[in-house]
Structures are given as structure tokens and as C-alpha cells.
């Protein structure tokens, strides 16, 4: 469904993982090509991860990261596509597993039945990354038809930097 002006909906569900601190360049960037935003963001990430002030005033939107209370509106129209980025690996593998114990699960355990285009950006480290849970996670996942771009690990790089993280490429796979 898109908006009364015509703009098409996209959910940014937001994970607990460092980058998430800049999350408002994917906002940014999705409104660039005409997308309207809405957060939804993990109970932890909505923790003090991301600048929940300056989402809500980049969207025009509340960020969402609970329920909400029966025969109260809904805040957000129903999504025509889903990024959700940073994934961390407890979100993609209770996703994957089916778990909606949390909004953000719940919106992507039910984008899926829906047929609503998702797409991943992982931001998870080397080490859980070799959990065999992990691998089925991203198996089961790509069989469900989700798109995944590239990993991101945050691993610091022998020039002590930190590789970019693709925000804006992630919109390419929607």
C-alpha cells in the first residue's frame, strides 16, 4: 500500500548493533528515491543505539518499538518493502526460527506471509557468523525469498578503520 500521495512505504527495522548510530542514511537515502519511512526498532536498539529524536523528526514518523494496545490506529501503513538493517544475529536467527516475541520480529514474521519485499543488511561478527544456527538462519532465510547484501562484521581493518557499511546499496536490492 503506499501513501494518500502516492509514495510507496518502506519498515526500517532497526537492530541493536553500533552502526546503527547511522541509520538516519538510510532514512535519507530511501526518502532520495521517493520512499516514506517508518522505524520499527528493536527493544534493545531503541535503548540508546540510534538517535530516536532525530529519526522521529527525519520520518515525520514515532519510531515504533512496542505493541500497540488494541483498537488503537495503526501508526504506519502496511509496508511495500522491508530493509532491515543493522540485522544482528539474534534477530536473524529468531526470525528465521519463526519467533515474534518483539515488534520488530512480529513485523517480519508477518512480512513474509504477506509476500512484502525484504532485504538484509547483516552486522554481525566473525565469530558468531561461524555458528552453525547462524548459517541454517541465512539458509532458511534466502528460501523464504528474502535478499541479503553484503555482510558487515565491524571488524576493525589493519589500517584501523572500519569498512562502510551499505546503507544506501541496500535499497538496490528492494
Known amino acids: 500500500m503506499t ?5 510507496p512505504f518502506l519498515y526500517v527495522v532497526v537492530c541493536a548493533a ?4 547511522d541509520v538516519g542514511q538510510l532514512i535519507a537515502a530511501a526518502q532520495k528515491l521517493g520512499w516514506e519511512v517508518g522505524v520499527i526498532a528493536t527493544p534493545v536498539a531503541a535503548s540508546g543505539f540510534f538517535d530516536i529524536g532525530a529519526a522521529e523528526a527525519q520520518t515525520g514518523r514515532p519510531i515504533r518499538s512496542a505493541w500497540r494496545v488494541p483498537g488503537d490506529p495503526r501508526p504506519f501503513p502496511p509496508p511495500d518493502a522491508v ?5 544482528t544475529f539474534n534477530t536473524i536467527n529468531k526470525w528465521a526460527a519463526g519467533t515474534a516475541d518483539t515488534l520488530a520480529l512480529g513485523t517480519l514474521c508477518e512480512a513474509y506471509g ?9 552486522c554481525v561478527g566473525e565469530a558468531l557468523a561461524a555458528h552453525p544456527a547462524y548459517r541454517a538462519s541465512l539458509a532458511r532465510l534466502r528460501e523464504m525469498g528474502v535478499r541479503f547484501g553484503d555482510p558487515y562484521s565491524g571488524e576493525v581493518q589493519p589500517d584501523g578503520g572500519r569498512p562502510e557499511f551499505g546503507w544506501e546499496r541496500a535499497l538496490d536490492l528492494l
Do not use: N, S
Request: hydrophobic fraction near 50%; glycine fraction near 14%.
Open 3 to 7: 501513501e494518500p500521495d502516492g509514495k
Open 18 to 21: 553500533g552502526i546503527a548510530a
Open 83 to 87: 530493509l532491515v538493517a543493522p540485522a
Open 114 to 122: 504477506l509476500g512484502v519485499p525484504t532485504v538484509v543488511l547483516p
